[in-house]
T-cell receptor, first 117, second 117 residues
Framework: DADVTQTPRNRITKTGKRIMLECSQT?????MYWYRQDPGLGLRLIYY???????NKGEISDGYSVSRQAQAKFSLSLESAIPNQTALYFC????????????????FGEGSRLTVL | AQSVTQLDSHVSVSEGTPVLLRCNYS??????LFWYVQHPNKGLQLLLK??????LVKGINGFEAEFKKSETSFHLTKPSAHMSDAAEYFC???????????????FGSGTRLSIRP
């Protein structure tokens, strides 16, 4: 079983619809992230959470919201989807460990491909 | 401010020949540097990482990278390409400058590696 699981893996929706992407992890990590991947742009950070009570905006948070329901669960919502939110979305986790906060090593889910028509 | 530049968006090599994927970075601090690989329809997987120990880093599947501070480079190499190496590769720089280090993880735009039979 995957350590970081994303659902759904694929979703097609229409402009204006509310969409939720879910992420759950069994790695026991406190830190969770949502990234967006677009061709030629690499991955860009949407939101991140260092624990259940700590949620922070990334570089492209406009149009998105998140919920950290538990240490193991981190959901990304698009309240009113628009076509330029069509992308591949990744959830990731990390473990600071003794010096892990400095290393930045991330563990990724397999991605959720979202198409907004 | 930190940044990372992958100098080639696409590299094509013949099976059995060497692979070179180029990455240059800019960082105000002593960075950690990573290479991740993404196979089609999969999440990103860590290939190798540099965290201020040995400058020549060996990773999985025969890949290695050398940290060259004077050239601000972290190029990824492999002596002999295999068909299974065909994938997207991302260079990542991380500055562990404090608790909010999630915002200091920057992805390159990616290099697509194709392997010719």
């Amino acid at each position: 079983d995957a350590d970081v699981t994303q659902t759904p893996r694929n979703r097609i929706t229409k402009t204006g619809k509310r969409i939720m992407l879910e992420c759950s992890q069994t790695k026991g990590h406190d830190r969770m992230y949502w990234y967006r991947q677009d061709p030629g742009l690499g991955l860009r950070l949407i939101y991140y959470s260092f624990d259940v009570k700590d949620i922070n905006k990334g570089e492209i948070s406009d149009g998105y919201s998140v919920s950290r329901q538990a240490q193991a669960k981190f959901s990304l919502s698009l309240e009113s989807a628009i076509p330029n939110q069509t992308a591949l979305y990744f959830c990731a986790t990390s473990d600071p460990g003794q010096a892990g906060w400095r290393t930045g090593e991330l563990f990724f889910g397999e991605g959720s491909r979202l198409t907004v028509l | 401010a930190q940044s990372v530049t992958q100098l080639d968006s696409h590299v094509s090599v013949s099976e059995g020949t060497p692979v070179l994927l180029r990455c240059n970075y800019s960082s105000s601090y002593s960075p950690s540097l990573f290479w991740y690989v993404q196979h089609p329809n999969k999440g990103l997987q860590l290939l190798l990482k540099y965290t201020s120990a040995a400058t020549l880093v060996k990773g999985i599947n025969g890949f290695e990278a050398e940290f060259k501070k004077s050239e601000t480079s972290f190029h990824l190499t492999k002596p002999s390409a295999h068909m299974s190496d065909a994938a997207e590769y991302f260079c990542v720089v991380s500055e562990g400058a404090g608790y909010s280090s999630a915002s200091k993880i920057i992805f390159g735009s990616g290099t697509r590696l194709s392997i010719r039979p």
